[in-house]
């Protein structure tokens, strides 16, 4: 019976390829990103505590229900941002 051509090659040895180099965000990424969420958490309470207390507060007042929405935008911008942190 012949021999399968399979078992007579064998696999020539290649070396590992060389560990990549890590990469590094930048320094400002990590205190951007805590930022705009604090910000953004921030931004909502105050509305609506300012809200329930009717307290009136010349921006907040005047932008009404979109300040949840500035609020979101802060919260959104620093999600976007941790994907970018290494």
Do not use: C, H
């Not at 399968?4 to 390829?17: D, E, G, L």
């Not at 953004?40 to 009717?54: D, K, M, P, Q, R």
């Not at 009136?56 to 941790?82: C, E, H, K, Q, Y």
């Amino acid at each position: 019976m012949p021999k399968s051509k399979s078992r007579n090659k064998k696999a020539v040895y290649t070396p590992p390829k060389k560990a990549q180099e890590v990469k590094l965000s930048p320094r400002w990424l990590a205190p951007t990103m805590v930022a705009a969420w604090i910000i953004g958490i921030l931004w909502i309470a105050v509305f609506y505590v300012t809200n329930v207390a009717s307290v009136r507060v010349p921006l907040m007042t005047d932008l009404g229900n979109w300040n949840l929405g500035i609020g979101f935008a802060f919260i959104i911008f620093g999600v976007v941002l941790s994907t970018r942190w290494r």
